[in-house]
């Protein structure tokens, strides 16, 4: 039986300019990699950031973990995998994964926190009911 969940993968080239002088990927540029992953997963589901804020919400980052394990460079295509693994109550954390090319070892592991913000008020609220009911299709009972 498959866990739980929902996920997505996005490859991304490394470009010259994400790189340091020894062309190894800086720490910094693994959160946008994040983001864009992150993105694709909501817009797989059919949840997208600018139909969450035409509602008048925010999904606004609490936190952001990185786990270094082995260096990208430049020109290596990198498989970010973006997973939704708990159904979110107030917070919902996404994981992530990243390899690079073809191989199966991990580069970098991680997990952001996320919280639905009213963008009138600035308060955190629950995810609204329809986001809950998009995202509970991938958490049966």
């Known amino acids: 039986m498959s866990e739980p969940g929902v996920s997505s993968t996005t490859d991304i080239r490394v470009r010259y300019a994400e790189t340091d002088a020894m062309k190894v990927v800086y720490h910094g540029n693994y959160l946008p990699y994040f983001e864009e ?3 694709d997963l909501f817009r797989s589901i ?3 950031y600018a139909e969450i804020e035409r509602e008048g919400f925010y999904l606004v980052v609490l936190e952001a973990h990185a786990h270094y394990k082995r260096s990208a ?3 290596d295509i990198l498989h970010v995998k973006a997973s939704l ?3 979110p109550a107030m917070k919902l954390t996404i994981h992530y994964e990243i390899t690079r090319n073809d191989q199966t070892d991990l580069l970098v592991t991680g997990h952001t926190v996320h919280a639905f913000v009213n963008a009138a ?3 955190p609220i629950r995810p609204p009911q329809e986001y809950r009911n998009v995202i509970q299709r991938y958490f049966p009972l």
Do not use: I, K, N, P
Request: glycine residues 14%.
């Open 37 to 39: 992953a992150r993105t």
């Open 73 to 75: 460079v430049y020109d």
């Open 121 to 123: 008020s600035g308060r």
């Open 85 to 87: 693994r708990e159904l």
């Open 46 to 48: 059919g949840l997208t």
